[in-house]
């Protein structure tokens, strides 16, 4: 009889067991099934100045759709992000969304990108922001990110020291003796130059100074310089003086500097008096110093003869979705920007975040709290504004272009050579 009661306690016993094992095999296989259905979404793109604040951004989306994982990675600053994603697609290891420069690169992937004409953010598109992304058949391949725009941001407490009022900086000749003016207070306003030109950034000459002087030849439309089988520069002799007036005030070596000496060594620092860049350096600066970032930068445009006041502003960059990956990580990639462009929350956890001058309607330009983009967005406001031809050249001009002038820099070669060898590669590169 006891052994009986002992058999069948090691059979009771045995049995819980089961059925523990099977309920824990159960917890296990739904575990497993929810991590299962979480979609993992890749954002691949070139602004890695605002990688930090991406990754926020996911995280509130995140909170909302724990069935989405959205994964931010960025290439720039002194990392060409175009010759990066060809490197990504030709290996296979291709993005799930990355970002697109305007038409020379939307040419090199309309076939890999989603058409989002229905896309509720395209319809929220301010006009004129969707023109990089349109495809040779008139379809949209992209959603603008924000607009943004750049000159000489400048230390107004140096100006001031030094006597100088910026609103009376107009033209090139009022720039010229500004800069005149600081750099015979060098020792007494303690920078070590007016300028800090980044040499070793071939894109903030050959994109960013060149389109300024290219733009009125093209009547500041992309889509006119993308067309364009020729350039004739006809604003060459601007360009150089507006390329010496820096490189002979700036901080040495020129060629040695790059875009995070610039900003962050030499113009946060309070070394220089101006940089030649644009609003998207803000977090770093606030980072830096917060006080400085929002109380002493300004920003002066790059003078142009006949469009003296006006900033050069357009969209730098569209999101495109690869039409190659998973429809349910389609799906979740469509569902993710339309949060961010058009629904309430998700356009407020942008302004808080990223501090944008927005290229979607919905936004509240009263809550653009950086003083640089404020201040350029009056330009917007007025009308006062470049359009951004650079996102129109053939591909690869740029760096090629603002090599050349790293090459007229270091004495290697003539200006005259520098206009003759971009005219040919532009030509060369539209056959």
């Avoid at 989603?114 to 004129?128: F, K, P, T, Y």
């Avoid at 070590?192 to 960013?208: I, Q, R, S």
């Avoid at 601007?238 to 040495?252: A, G, H, K, W």
């Avoid at 330009?379 to 951004?388: A, H, P, Q, R, S």
Wanted: hydrophobic share 35%; glycine share 8%; with cysteine.
């Amino acid at each position: 009889m006891r052994s009986m009661k002992k058999l069948n306690g090691w059979l009771l016993l045995g049995l819980a067991g089961m059925i523990l094992t099977a309920c824990n095999g159960e917890d296990e296989a739904t575990e497993g099934t929810d991590e299962g259905d979480v979609v993992d979404v890749e954002i691949f793109q070139g602004k890695v100045e605002f990688r930090d604040h991406f990754i926020e951004l996911s995280e509130l989306y995140e909170e909302e759709n724990p069935n989405v994982n959205i994964e931010f990675s960025a290439v720039g600053g002194g990392t060409d992000y175009f010759s990066a994603l060809r490197s990504r697609f030709s290996s296979g290891d291709e993005p799930d969304v990355f970002s697109l420069a305007g038409p020379s690169e939307l040419n090199d992937y309309q076939d890999n990108v989603l058409d989002l004409s229905n896309h509720a953010a395209v319809d929220e598109a301010i006009e004129g922001t969707l023109e990089g992304a349109i495809d040779e058949d008139g379809n949209v391949r992209g959603i603008p990110f924000q607009q943004e725009g750049y000159g000489l941001l400048y230390n107004k407490r140096i100006f001031n020291e030094a006597g100088i009022d910026a609103d009376e900086i107009l033209t090139y000749e009022d720039l010229e003796e500004a800069v005149e003016t600081l750099d015979d207070q060098k020792d007494e306003l303690g920078i070590d130059g007016v300028f800090a030109l980044p040499g070793a950034e071939a894109w903030v000459m050959g994109d960013h100074l060149a389109n300024t002087y290219l733009s009125p030849e093209f009547n500041g439309d992309m889509m006119e310089a993308y067309e364009s089988d020729t350039v004739d520069f006809e604003r060459a002799d601007e360009m150089e003086r507006m390329l010496r007036l820096q490189n002979d005030y700036s901080i040495e070596p020129v060629l040695n500097m790059d875009y995070s000496q610039q900003v962050e060594e030499y113009f946060s620092l309070e070394r220089t008096a101006m940089i030649q860049q644009g609003d998207w350096v803000h977090p770093t600066l606030e980072q830096m110093d917060p006080d400085f970032a929002n109380e002493h930068v300004g920003v002066l445009p790059l003078p142009v003869d006949g469009y003296e006041g006006h900033i050069p502003v357009d969209v730098p960059n569209y999101w495109a979705i690869n039409d190659g990956v998973e429809d349910e990580v389609i799906e979740e990639a469509e569902a993710f920007f339309e949060w961010m462009y058009t629904d309430e929350e998700g356009i407020a956890a942008v302004q808080d975040k990223l501090d944008m001058i927005p290229a979607h309607e919905g936004f509240d330009v009263e809550e653009i709290d950086a003083p640089i983009q404020q201040e350029i967005y009056e330009y917007v406001l007025e009308d006062n504004t470049l359009g951004w031809i650079f996102t129109g050249y053939p591909q690869g001009f740029g760096n090629d272009f603002g090599a050349y002038m790293q090459e007229y820099l270091a004495g290697e070669r003539e200006w005259d050579d520098v206009i003759e060898a971009g005219q040919n590669e532009w030509e060369e590169t539209r056959q």
